[in-house]
């Protein structure tokens, strides 16, 4: 169980085109979903705390009109990166969080996304 | 806010015990986690304290003192795929459950 999915698990594009990224809860329902940011040999950096039907939290210095956030349903959610550039080039990843049936709220993280821009 | 340090990196032999000290400077504290992630990969979770004292799970093993703001995972038996990188990630108080990672720990498994 806890099963999180994320497409594509790579992705390289062109300077100035937009990027989305699905994240998936295949076997449970994920009511908060979070998106990260790791550059090479760095830790894993919060970039927003998805809600289900409502906006999404962006940590300071993330900009949200460039990285957009939809959480549409209980088991999806989107990061679409607009207008992408070579310093956006990085791997996302998501996790999503087993409210019901994890006591400890443990998050479970996708396989992660390799974003190149070239 | 929230501050984790971890050793940068650790070296062991295969079947030998190593411990991966964390500490954190935290402004609220509700759990903390370990995760392991290898290479291009995404974290892949290992164990959770919220109380103090040891949780074991098979080889690998994390303790918490809460006072002393002092975690650390044991792992024994080491095996060559346990070769990864590991973090230590605090969960604060806000309602969404926010997790802080550390830099993590980069441990190699020799033969």
């Known amino acids: 169980g806890a099963v999180v999915s994320q497409h594509p698990s790579r992705v390289i594009c062109k300077s100035g085109t937009s990027v989305k990224i699905e994240c998936r809860s295949l076997?449970?329902?994920?009511?908060?979903m979070f998106w990260y940011r790791q550059f090479p040999k760095q830790s894993l950096m919060l970039m927003a705390t998805?809600?289900?039907?409502?906006?999404?939290?962006?940590e300071q210095g993330v900009e949200k009109d460039k990285f957009l956030i939809n959480h549409a349903s209980l088991t999806l959610s989107t990061l679409t990166v607009t207008s992408a550039h070579p310093e956006d080039s990085s791997f996302y990843i998501c996790?999503?969080?087993?409210?019901?049936?994890?006591?400890?709220?443990?998050?479970?993280f996708g396989p992660g996304t390799r974003l190149t821009v070239l | 806010g929230q501050n984790i340090d971890q050793p940068t990196e650790m070296t062991a032999t295969e079947g030998a015990i190593v411990q991966i000290n964390c500490t954190y400077q935290?402004?609220?504290?509700?759990?903390l986690f370990w995760y392991q992630q290898h290479a291009g990969e995404a974290p892949t979770f290992l164990s959770y304290?919220?109380?103090?004292g040891l949780e074991e799970k098979g080889r690998f093993s994390s303790f918490l003192s809460r006072s002393k703001g002092y975690s650390y995972l044991l792992l024994k038996e080491l095996q060559m795929k346990d070769s990864a990188s590991y973090l230590c990630?605090?969960?604060?108080?806000?309602?969404?459950?926010?997790?802080?990672f550390g830099k993590g720990t980069m441990l190699l498994v020799s033969p």
């Open positions: 996790s999503a969080r087993d409210s019901l049936r994890n006591p400890a709220d443990t998050q479970y």
């Open positions: 076997d449970f329902q994920a009511t908060t």
């Open positions: 998805s809600n289900e039907g409502s906006k999404a939290t962006y």
């Open positions: 935290t402004s609220g504290f509700n759990g």
């Open positions: 304290n919220v109380l103090d």
């Open positions: 990630a605090v969960r604060d108080r806000s309602g969404y459950s926010t997790l802080t």
